[in-house]
Structures are given as structure tokens and as C-alpha cells.
């Protein structure tokens, strides 16, 4: 439904907003350092205008409310009972406004104010007929580099993975889950999948998601830095942040806040402390993409590394990712927008394009996406 541009004269008005939690699989067990999953969950949003217009958004929390303490059932009933009543009948081109009126009837609720403004904007992209990354200031990159997660727990499978997302030319990063089992056991892992990933020419990353403590972590890196490895994803925990500053001081291998990092008081405090050399970016941590935004503005004044994050988002999370990314200007490892690869099936018309180790951005008005209404069915939760 992208309908046709808005004459200048006319003010829209929203007319309605509908959820819906979807269950898309995965197309193998996921694993995190403390939790795994065979199903990714979504809470898709249409918004709608008294026109012909619709814009999409997504919000995907990492295999349930451990990251964060959202989850798709309680960002559905946040936007159903308190965010709807508040956006029926308002203009959904002011977005900065209507986000700063849902800061006001609930504080926090990050991961459900992200999936609002990205179907503000893809409705605002539709009404204007331009893609989103120019409602944010215009593209440098058409495509983002890509790491695949490394998350199976089964070596061998691994392994296999590896060698598949090369040949395919899907991939030539990867990013090893940690801290799913003794650290001693956890290195020899790394070991092994390294040397396999240099058969390959490809590099490799690791993420302990919190898993360590600072000692844990004094043992990990110099091993971890000899093999290679480069980068290490938030070992400690996220509250750390004087830890994390008296590691990354005297570490070989780049350290990078993902956990740490949600809002631009959190990146200024980390910047102050020197507390790592790159940080993740998510829209759904930071309450979507001109906040995200913000907090890029903090790092690269710091003169820290900017990494495109996910949470293993459909086509439509990560078309918003990809849209985003496109508007920074240096992104030096790139990111992990493979959401669409790891699922066995996508809830849009087009998924998005994966070639030459890259994600492509999708071409067209708004985030460039059109829902699958029969995907949609199948998928959503009864």
C-alpha cells in the first residue's frame, strides 16, 4: 500500500494501529549464553491513515525478556492499551513529537517506542514517495558487511556453517557465542573454529553477552588475541563500565559495548571512562532509529567505532537497520543484519538481498518492504 505522495496541503491523520505477535522459525537452534530458541518472535505494527496509506514496523526481542526485560506480549499490550489511545487521530509526520508524548504516558519501553517510529517512517516515506534513509539525512553505502552468528553449540555443524555462508559468498566474518560453558572449554572452541576460519580467509569475533567476570576476562583476551580474533563483544557485565575502561586500556583486541549501551546518557558516561573502542548499535535498544542516531553522534565525537547490531529481525527490522546503517559514515567491521538468513521463511513479498559478504539495502519508498499477508497468517499466534 504505498499510495501516492501527499500534496502539501493535506494533513493525514492515523486512523488506526494494529499488533500482532508472529512465531517465524529459525532454521536451527539459536543459542545465547543463557538462553536458545528454534523460533524467533515479532510484534509486527501496521499503522494506518484515513488516506490509502500503511506503514510497517517490527520489534523483535533476542529469544524473550533476558536482554532487556521487554517481550513481544508485553510491547503488544503497551502499544494496544496505552500507545494506540495516544496516536489515533494525530498527524504521523510530526513522529518526534508523538515519541515524546509516549514518553510521557510510559517511561522506558524502548524495544515498543522503536517499533512505532519505524512504521512512522515507512508511512511517512510512503506519504513523501522517498525511502527512509533520506527522511534521515541521505545514504553513504548501499550495502553493509555482514558477520554470521556463530550460535549452533555443536562444533561440527559449525564448522559446516562456516564453509557454506563462504561458498555462498553470504558471509566472510563471524561472531562465536560465548559463555555457554567453561571458559577453558569456551577458548578451545574459539581455537578450533579460528583455525577453520582461516582455511576459509575469513575473520572472527566473539560475544560472551555478559557472561564473564573481570578475572574470566584478564584470562580470555591475551589467548583470544593471539588467535586473531577481532573484536570481543561485552564480557562483562553491562553495569560495568570502570571494568570494562580498565580492560579495554591494556587489551590487543578491540573491545565493543553492546548491553552497556542503550541511551545517549549511557554512551557520554562510557566515552568518559574509555570504556571500549567500538559499540553496537540496535534500534530496538536505543527506541528506534533517531535516537540510535544520537548515540552514534556521542561515539564518533569520542572517536569510537560504530557497529550495525541486531536481534536477528525479519526482512522488515532489518530493512530499518539496513536504512539506518546507510546513513553513517564509517562502520569499519560493518554489522550483523542476518536476521532474514537465519530464519526459514520472512514475512515480506521481497526479503532482503544478501551477496558478496553483503546486506543490500532494498530499493523503493519507505523502508522498502511490502508485508506478505499469506506469510503473515501462517505465522501469527493464535
Known amino acids: 500500500?504505498?499510495?501516492?505522495?501527499?500534496?502539501?496541503?493535506?494533513?493525514?491523520?492515523?486512523?488506526?494501529?494494529?499488533?500482532?505477535?508472529?512465531?517465524?522459525?529459525?532454521?536451527?537452534?539459536?543459542?545465547?549464553?543463557?538462553?536458545?530458541?528454534?523460533?524467533?518472535?515479532?510484534?509486527?505494527?501496521?499503522?494506518?491513515t484515513d488516506g490509502?496509506?500503511?506503514?510497517?514496523?517490527?520489534?523483535?526481542?533476542?529469544?524473550?525478556?533476558?536482554?532487556?526485560?521487554?517481550?513481544?506480549?508485553?510491547?503488544?499490550?503497551?502499544?494496544?492499551?496505552y500507545f494506540a489511545r495516544e496516536l489515533i487521530g494525530a498527524d504521523p509526520l510530526k513522529s518526534c513529537d508523538l515519541l515524546c508524548k509516549l514518553d510521557k504516558v510510559a517511561r522506558g519501553n524502548a524495544f515498543a517506542k522503536a517499533g512505532i517510529e519505524m512504521a512512522l517512517l515507512d508511512l511517512a516515506g510512503k506519504i513523501y514517495q522517498m525511502p527512509v534513509?533520506?527522511?534521515?539525512?541521505?545514504?553513504?553505502?548501499?550495502?553493509?558487511?555482514?558477520?554470521?552468528?556463530?550460535?549452533?553449540?555443536?562444533?561440527?555443524?559449525?564448522?559446516?556453517e562456516m564453509h557454506k555462508m563462504v561458498q555462498q559468498s553470504l558471509a566472510r566474518s563471524f561472531k562465536v557465542k560465548m559463555g555457554m560453558m567453561p571458559i577453558v572449554d569456551d577458548l578451545s572452541r574459539v581455537e578450533q573454529?579460528?583455525?577453520?576460519?582461516?582455511r576459509l580467509g575469513a575473520s572472527i569475533r566473539v560475544d560472551p553477552n555478559e557472561a564473564w567476570t573481570e578475572v574470566d576476562a584478564r584470562r580470555a583476551l591475551p589467548v583470544l588475541a593471539e588467535l586473531g580474533v577481532e573484536m570481543v563483544e561485552q564480557p562483562l557485565a553491562r553495569w560495568?563500565?570502570?571494568?570494562?575502561?580498565?580492560?579495554?586500556?591494556?587489551?590487543?583486541?578491540?573491545?565493543?559495548?553492546?548491553?552497556?549501551?542503550?541511551?545517549?546518557?549511557?554512551?557520554?558516561?562510557?566515552?568518559?571512562l574509555g570504556s571500549g573502542s567500538m559499540v553496537s548499535l540496535k534500534l530496538m535498544k536505543s527506541g528506534g532509529l533517531r535516537r540510535s542516531q544520537a548515540v552514534a553522534h556521542i561515539a564518533e565525537a569520542a572517536g569510537i567505532s560504530l557497529?550495525?547490531?541486531t536481534f536477528l529481525e525479519t526482512s522488515v527490522g532489518t530493512a530499518a537497520s539496513l536504512h539506518f546503517a546507510a546513513t553513517l559514515q564509517s562502520l569499519p567491521l560493518g554489522g550483523e543484519t542476518i536476521g532474514p538468513l537465519l530464519m526459514a521463511d520472512d514475512i515480506v513479498t521481497c526479503?532482503?538481498?544478501?551477496?558478496?559478504?553483503?546486506?543490500?539495502?532494498?530499493?523503493?519508498?519507505?523502508?522498502?518492504?511490502t508485508v506478505d499477508e499469506e506469510k503473515v497468517t501462517e505465522f501469527k499466534r493464535r
Request: aromatic share 6%.
Open 1 to 48: 500500500m504505498e499510495g501516492t505522495a501527499l500534496s502539501l496541503d493535506q494533513s493525514p491523520r492515523i486512523s488506526s494501529i494494529e499488533t500482532a505477535i508472529l512465531d517465524v522459525p529459525f532454521v536451527r537452534l539459536q543459542q545465547f549464553a543463557r538462553f536458545e530458541s528454534r523460533v524467533q518472535s515479532t510484534v509486527l505494527i501496521r499503522i494506518r
Open 52 to 81: 490509502e496509506h500503511e506503514g510497517v514496523g517490527e520489534v523483535v526481542t533476542p529469544c524473550g525478556p533476558w536482554w532487556s526485560g521487554d517481550s513481544v506480549e508485553a510491547v503488544k499490550s503497551i502499544i494496544d492499551l
Open 133 to 160: 534513509y533520506d527522511l534521515l539525512g541521505g545514504k553513504v553505502r548501499d550495502a553493509l558487511p555482514v558477520a554470521w552468528p556463530i550460535a549452533s553449540g555443536n562444533l561440527e555443524q559449525d564448522k559446516a
Open 193 to 198: 573454529l579460528c583455525d577453520e576460519a582461516a
Open 240 to 272: 560495568n563500565l570502570k571494568a570494562m575502561a580498565r580492560l579495554n586500556s591494556s587489551s590487543a583486541v578491540a573491545l565493543m559495548l553492546d548491553e552497556s549501551i542503550c541511551t545517549t546518557q549511557e554512551m557520554f558516561e562510557a566515552a568518559a
Open 307 to 309: 557497529y550495525m547490531g
Open 351 to 369: 526479503p532482503i538481498t544478501y551477496r558478496d559478504g553483503c546486506a543490500h539495502l532494498p530499493d523503493g519508498v519507505g523502508l522498502g518492504v
